[in-house]
């Protein structure tokens, strides 16, 4: 089962706000600045408004009466807690995905509870009762299946794909649905005619991975005919904490770009160490005018945390590679290779790089605690200008 809350941050948002019930409400950055919209209200969807969209667009698409939100991550972080909870209260087998989602292992549920439909039905009735918001869930017998269901009849759904029945959801579906199929998977499809997919699964497997090579092909001819992964791991670990942003438009201005990669630092230290992980390899993600887009990691010597160590690693990456003067569309940074981990070999010019100072801890975690009870926007960390 796969369990999905609706539009997380903004549910909350109108659930603690009753004026806002029925407002196009989003969450993420303020009118007026740079930035994208993390997540928005059912009622501003109709706008065609979505997450990742530039705030500046969202704007002009938006009535008067829209309700601009900063996040308040340890709040939503809270309740995301009290809905796994009551998740780990249906099965013992809970592996969350993300602060909204998560997937649920039914087996053996049947005799405790009864028919899929049923445990989907309970689930949904817990999660209301325990936060009072609403969940679309899906049931199937793989991982893709049930995340495909859960989003079939979004907001408050409940899907419910039975073994024999995979074939007839998967067929009508359009095939950018299939996980792993990008903007040139897309076009390379687009270009052979394929729409749906049951387009995909006519498709020979030697044609499809002349078409988008040996290991995407594979995965998608398997994923067309419902076969994926159906296991639910609770200690599966997330990959990588990025934070990316895309600007209305193209900016060369090299400070307002190390605004940027500061601001997405800040946001991945704060979210690792709220997690209570430390990495050793970041990385720039860069879009450069038309659409050339790049990522450059660096390796280093000690996992960090630190909002300015990994501001320095990104901005490092910037500077090596020579960007300054070009058009940026989108610039975003990443944090991985936990702590712990094997197989990271550390950058040797890294080798001189000393722990986080505590001074530099202590600010971390001031600037935490402000954001925390005061919300994102409250205080930021300021760049000394370069000199």
């Given amino acids: 089962m796969h369990v999905d809350l609706d539009a997380f941050y903004a549910a909350i948002e109108q659930r603690d706000h009753p004026p806002w019930r029925g407002l196009p409400v989003v969450v993420g950055a303020a009118p007026g600045t740079r930035g994208v919209v993390a997540t928005c209200s059912y009622e501003a969807r ?71 439909a049923a445990i989907g039905a309970l689930t949904k009735a817990a999660i209301r009762a325990a936060v009072g918001l609403s969940a679309s869930v899906g049931i199937g017998p793989n991982r893709l299946i049930a995340k495909l269901a859960s989003e079939h009849r979004k907001p408050d759904g409940l899907t419910v794909v039975h073994p024999e029945q995979v074939q007839t959801f998967l067929d009508p579906l359009p095939f950018r649905v299939l996980r792993g199929v990008g903007a040139k998977t897309s076009a390379r499809l687009d270009g052979a005619g394929v729409k749906t997919v049951a387009d995909v699964r006519r498709l020979p497997l030697v044609e499809l991975r002349r078409l988008l090579g040996a290991r995407v092909g594979a995965e998608v001819h398997l994923q067309a005919r419902g076969i994926a992964d159906d296991r639910v791991d609770p200690a599966r670990e997330r990959k990588s904490i990025s934070k990316e942003t895309t600007f209305p438009e193209d900016v060369a201005d090299v400070a307002v770009l190390r605004d940027a990669v500061l601001w997405a630092a800040q946001e991945v230290g704060f979210l690792a160490r709220q997690e209570g992980r430390a990495g050793v390899v970041v990385t720039l993600k860069i879009r450069l005018r038309p659409f050339e887009t790049h990522t450059r990691s660096r390796t280093l010597a000690v996992p960090t945390a630190s909002d300015g160590e990994i501001f320095r690693a990104a901005w490092s990456l910037f500077d090596v590679h020579r960007w300054a003067g070009r058009s940026v569309r989108l610039i975003g940074v990443g944090l991985s290779g936990w702590a712990g981990r094997q197989g990271s070999q550390p950058d040797l010019l890294d080798a001189a790089v000393e722990p986080t100072s505590p001074r530099s801890r202590r600010l971390d975690e001031t600037l935490d605690a402000v954001r925390r009870r005061f919300g994102d926007g409250a205080l930021q960390r300021g760049l000394r200008p370069r000199r």
């Avoid at 408004?49 to 500046?56: K, L, N």
């Avoid at 969350?96 to 292992?105: G, M, P, Q, R, T």
Wanted: without cysteine.
């Fill in 46 to 116: 109709r706008y065609g408004v979505r997450s990742a969209m530039p705030i500046a667009e969202a704007v002009r698409r938006l009535p008067p009466e829209t309700v601009y939100l900063r996040p308040r991550m340890g709040d939503y972080a809270a309740v995301s807690r009290q809905v796994m909870a009551a998740l780990g209260d249906i099965s013992p087998v809970v592996e969350k995905v993300s602060i909204d989602e998560a997937f649920l292992d039914l087996s053996g549920l049947a005799g405790l509870i009864g028919p899929p």
